[in-house]
């Protein structure tokens, strides 16, 4: 990912607390609701691409559950967009997202819940045959991979399924992916899509079926483009955007000079960036949710190297806002009053890492050391 989309996208949100993240929850009408008369083996394996509704859920059954709960008003309270979450949640559980096994999804709450039919009546729900159904299920199926990735993508590089500053950034993931939201019928809001229909299958599985997904040519190129060679890892990103302004440094023509006074530093931040690579979300802020394990923390050299090279980096980020027009580039900074400017992001990150001794203000007052 180059330096500019890392900027737009990758921007900071997690720089200012990189070693905390918040446990979500839903109500328990947003969980995904499996119809009581499934028999459901102990030992079911969630497997990607492989269909459960073949042989261990009733497909018309799980949609009348589903749509059920949706419809309701303390849920998505409208029949189109109740039919297009039970629809999207149909087409997760088809491409291998169920997985009965809470601890192999890696939540703390479980989100599946066993829907009886005597006491709630779902067996007489008849889902809408609305003039709008078929173009909600063709929708699903050209775009429903798409979203998942995009809630993947998001939780990776953020930490979360869902805070209400993300909206714009999804907006942005719909333009980039071509994905126009249709006027015929009530489409949900992103929250709704990405917090309250999507978030009961946890993050693993969906980061599973994600990386299948990029390996089997099911990723449109936007979201390719944010998984190369991974989604940026939210709980390293003092790291790999320091990492990533080094790279723009190297075609300065005073590069050579910063290099040579400043090699063992640089050095071991591309060191730790490998080791990121090589296990990027052993690295995530929330760990556990996405691979089972603690959270694997940075090394002590990267971290003293950070403390040396990050106010030149800030310098350097500055210059580049008045050389490159991107002055005006915003970053999400949820725990210091909204939207900031990059370089004042990464200040922040400054601050809670440590400063080197000597304050480089700006990138002329760095040029005027050599």
Same mark, same amino acid.
């Given at each position: ?46 497997? @990607? ?55 192999? #999804? ?62 714009? &950034? ?47 040519? #099911?990723?449109?190129?936007? @979201? #390719? &483009? ?44 591309? &060191? ?30 990267? &971290? ?67």
């Amino acid at each position: 990912m180059d330096f500019q989309t890392l900027l737009n996208d990758y921007n900071g949100s997690v720089l200012l607390e990189p070693g905390t993240s918040e446990w979500g929850y839903v109500e328990q009408h947003w969980f995904l609701m499996i119809p009581f008369d499934t028999k459901v083996p102990e030992k079911y394996l969630h497997d @990607i691409n492989n269909d459960p509704f073949k042989d261990v859920i009733d497909f018309s059954n799980f949609m009348r559950a589903n749509y059920d709960m949706l419809s309701k008003q303390n849920a998505l309270g409208n029949a189109d967009k109740a039919l297009f979450g039970a629809l999207l949640r149909a087409h997760a559980c088809k491409m291998g997202l169920f997985e009965p096994d809470i601890k192999k #999804r890696c939540v703390i709450d479980n989100e599946y819940q066993l829907y009886t039919p005597a006491d709630n009546n779902w067996k007489t729900v008849n889902v809408p045959d609305s003039a709008a159904k078929k173009e909600i299920a063709a929708f699903v199926k050209k775009f429903g991979d798409t979203l998942i990735q995009m809630m993947v993508y998001v939780f990776c590089s953020r930490g979360h399924h869902w805070q209400d500053e993300f909206d714009g &950034l999804y907006e942005k993931l719909m333009k980039a992916c071509s994905i126009t939201k249709p006027s015929t019928w009530s489409f949900p809001t992103n929250k709704e899509i990405f917090r309250q229909i999507l978030h009961c299958f946890g993050v693993a599985i969906p980061l599973e079926f994600t990386k299948w997904c990029k390996d089997n040519n #099911r990723m449109a190129n936007p @979201i #390719r &483009l944010r998984f190369t060679p991974h989604a940026p890892v939210a709980g390293a990103a003092q790291i790999t955007t320091l990492g990533a302004t080094l790279n723009e440094m190297t075609t300065e023509g005073w590069y050579q000079a910063f290099y040579h006074k400043f090699q063992d530093h640089i050095k071991m931040i591309y &060191l730790e960036i490998n080791t990121i690579s090589e296990h990027p979300y052993e690295y995530h802020v929330a760990s556990r949710v996405v691979t089972g394990k603690p959270k694997r923390d940075l090394s002590n050299e990267s &971290l003293l190297a950070f403390k040396t090279l990050s106010q030149l980096a800030l310098g350097y980020i500055d210059h580049l806002g008045r050389k490159h027009s991107l002055a005006g580039q915003k970053v999400i900074t949820q725990k210091s009053g909204g939207m900031k400017p990059a370089a004042e992001a990464f200040s922040k990150a400054c601050d809670r890492f440590g400063r080197p001794d000597t304050d480089v203000k700006d990138m002329a007052t760095f040029l005027d050391q050599f």
